[in-house]
């Protein structure tokens, strides 16, 4: 028996914080691993964690940095 949690497709997304579509999308695009032991498709949690660390964002800056305005009182 698998040892890892099993869960559904809509229990991914509800721990996910996506749409049962998000995950379905990325089960089809072959980013998401799952399995049909019947009916169901199950998705371990280990590679639910791992597909969701693979969607992290690394922030970039780009370009010049803005310039400062100088605000000066009107008195």
Known sequence: MI???????????????????????AIKKGDLAAYKPGKTVLILEKDLTNWFMSKKIHAVRIGKPRNRVKVHSGR
């Open 3 to 25: 040892r890892d949690n099993p869960m559904t497709i809509d229990e991914a997304a509800n721990l996910a914080k996506c749409s049962y579509h998000t995950i379905h999308r």
